[in-house]
């Protein structure tokens, strides 16, 4: 476990309570991120961060928290887990990440990405500017990254989570695999076809140069 990670909890356990707001506020941003892909509310988002806050403070107070894992990784678990549980009493209908364990024998992988979702609003809009594309236009990073959040926004939970958790909560595959309990290889391949897809969507406008550092 990293220095930082062993010197907070130290200061934290012995009732440091600005040490605990300088771990939240190094931690809230990404974890908000993390809370509006599940639940797509800001008012449900913001109570689920706090308990789940409320929750990492009681979990390092009472010693639950073993420190096997970075800090980081056992709160985004939490904040995971917390969000997952606020859908369900929020909807009647089971939340769409639960679907990552349906049976592979009739469900091909990225079905749901690359077929139902082919035609969103980010196509559409990229197909009716396509005439007016030059192959001079400038490169706009701030349209780029508009497109990007449309498609994080557009796609299924249980590619958008995973890509949030990998490059917005910078948690590594495995402890990706580990917080969602899905297989490693299942966690990678959904990696890779939601990239794949939003290259698809990017090179419509783009040239593959100009997005090299993006995807």
């Not at 220095?3 to 907070?8: A, H, Q, R, V």
């Not at 990404?30 to 689920?48: G, P, V, W, Y």
């Not at 073993?66 to 056992?74: A, G, M, N, V």
């Not at 809009?125 to 990254?145: M, P, Q, W």
């Amino acid at each position: 476990m990293p220095e930082y990670d062993i010197e907070i909890i130290k200061k934290i356990k012995s009732g440091d309570t600005d040490a605990f707001t300088e771990l939240a506020n190094n931690l809230k941003d990404k974890a908000f991120s993390l809370i509006m892909k599940i639940l797509k509310n800001k008012e449900d988002s913001e109570d689920t961060l706090q308990e789940s806050f409320l929750k990492l403070y009681k979990a390092i107070i009472e010693n639950k928290f073993e420190q096997k894992s970075k800090i980081s990784t056992y709160f985004f678990s939490i904040v995971y887990n917390t969000a997952v549980d606020k859908y369900k009493k929020l909807k009647s209908k089971r939340f769409s990440i639960i679907s990552i364990d349906v049976d592979d024998s009739t469900f091909e992988e990225g079905d749901d990405l690359m077929k139902k979702y082919f035609e969103t609003e980010i196509e559409k809009n990229v197909y009716e500017e396509r005439h007016e594309i030059s192959t001079d236009k400038s490169f706009n990073s701030a349209e780029l990254e508009k497109i990007i959040s449309l498609y994080l926004n557009s796609i299924p939970e249980q590619y958008s989570v995973i890509l949030n958790m990998f490059y917005i909560n910078d948690l590594s595959h495995e402890e990706i695999s580990e917080i969602l309990k899905l297989p490693l290889g299942t966690v990678k391949n959904r990696l890779f076809r939601a990239k794949a897809k939003l290259k698809e969507i990017i090179l419509k406008k783009y040239s593959e140069e100009e997005i090299l550092q993006y995807v």
